[in-house]
């Protein structure tokens, strides 16, 4: 079932702390931020994360690691239950091509409208997925096999 996925995806997120990216440090400031959002996402506090990232979003928004505090903020939104601002965030990110979330916020776009029962949003942004061929691309050919064989059913 969907809600067997949508757990998989929100339950404690995995987060390891940005150092670098490329050889290029990050502000210390900004570093602070992102190391104390990681630190209380892996304590199981996921809004005061949410908050930290918002902060890191806000305050470096034309840094190139503001994508990193804009995808796990909607994360921490989705993970919270607030599922219209976190689809917010992820749809932002998906089209945003230069963003090395695109990808994944595609992805969680698609589990979001999934997990809404949105099957028109879902079928169209997995076919999406599917046919970029990129990483979840599999994964998004079985839940759209699994849709159209009505093995799982949306609320």
Known sequence: PISEVFDIS???????????????ELNPKLQQILDSAADLYEAGDIQAAAAEDAKAAQSFQLHEFSDDARFYRAVALAGTG???????GFTALASDNDSEYAEDAQ??????YLYAGERDKAESALVAIYDIGGFYAATAG??????QQKRFFLK
């Open 10 to 24: 929100y339950g404690k997120p995995v987060v390891e702390p940005v150092v670098s990216r490329g050889g290029a």
């Open 142 to 147: 079985e839940l759209l096999d699994m849709l």
């Open 107 to 112: 992805w969680q776009a698609a589990l979001l």
């Open 82 to 88: 607030r599922m219209a601002e976190a689809l917010d």
